[in-house]
């Protein structure tokens, strides 16, 4: 057996006898001064209460830093989210709001019915020239849906305009402001007759009064029944200024905010129409001209 066996062998001999002394005085120990045990304990907490301070307080500036971060990129999609809702909420808005305004248009030309009347349509505007020169819109409206040219156009409760073209699908209709527009009328209280001629503002004039006209702000305009335009008694608009000679009438019928407008036949379109544009007689089916008694007779 070599000389370094031996030591090794005498200490594991030892140890185990010497752990278990050391134990026991370990137990005794403790059960005769739990307050001294319980003081060091408190002394080595004190000591390292500074150094758990010091690390602890990084850290938490570090959790906070990214709670902040979180918090930011939160917030962030918050408001992108609530900024999309907010503009598909604008954009349900407009369409309401347009919905109504169509509706209370068409609910007015609903209710307002003038005596008289052969037959009517209603067409959407499509167009508006909205020019410096020129005052009439497009409608979607024509010779497919029996428009003809002279017809009445009216828009809510009031005169429009008239027609002026008609295509197979699309109709023109002159607005009352138009610099080519003139309309017999008639002053409801005075019954003053005159006519209401645009001039490419938004509030044509009235023309052609009596020198020594009573007529006073306020006042209802109607169409006077004369010239085969219109027949009597539709509302055209209120006088709406007096200014020496020039007396100016707001229109009934919205005409800058048209979207529909009705086209209704009185019957009086053909006596407006040029002898040119007026349709021809068509010719019977065995190939002869249907005979105009009136212009046959005529040398």
Not at 143 to 148: K, L, S, T
Request: without cysteine; hydrophobic residues 40%; aromatic residues 4%.
């Amino acid at each position: 057996m070599s000389r370094l066996a031996m030591p090794m062998r005498a200490a594991q001999r030892f140890a185990l006898p010497l752990l278990v002394i050391v134990s026991v005085g370990l137990i005794v120990l403790g059960k005769a001064d739990i307050l001294l045990l319980e003081r060091a304990r408190a002394d080595l907490n004190d000591f390292f209460a500074p150094l758990f301070e010091a690390i602890a307080q990084p850290v938490g500036v570090a959790a906070s830093g990214v709670r902040r971060i979180e918090d930011h990129f939160t917030v962030y999609e918050e408001n992108q989210r609530l900024r999309e809702e907010n503009a598909r909420l604008l954009q349900w808005q407009e369409v309401a709001q347009r919905l109504e305004t169509e509706n209370e248009e068409l609910r007015q030309m609903l209710h307002f019915t003038p005596q008289g009347v052969r037959g009517y349509i209603t067409g959407r505007v499509i167009a508006n020239s909205g020019g410096a020169f020129l005052r009439n819109v497009l409608v979607d409206v024509g010779e497919r849906q029996g428009v003809e040219r002279g017809q009445a156009a009216l828009g809510g409760e009031g005169v429009a305009g008239r027609v002026t073209e008609v295509g197979s699908r699309a109709a023109r209709v002159l607005l009352l402001t138009d610099l080519n527009s003139r309309v017999p009328v008639v002053i409801e209280e005075t019954r003053e007759r005159a006519v209401l001629a645009g001039d490419n503002t938004s509030r044509p004039r009235l023309i052609y009064l009596p020198e020594k006209s009573a007529i006073q702000v306020g006042d209802r305009v109607v169409t006077a029944g004369s010239g085969g335009i219109f027949p009597p008694g539709l509302p055209v608009g209120a006088v709406s200024s007096i200014d020496g000679d020039i007396v100016r009438v707001e229109p009934e019928a919205e005409l800058s905010r048209l979207e529909y407008v009705r086209i209704v036949d009185f019957g009086l379109s053909a006596s407006v129409l040029p002898q040119s544009v007026v349709p021809a007689p068509k010719p019977s089916r065995g190939g002869r001209r249907a005979v105009d008694p009136d212009i046959d007779s005529r040398p």
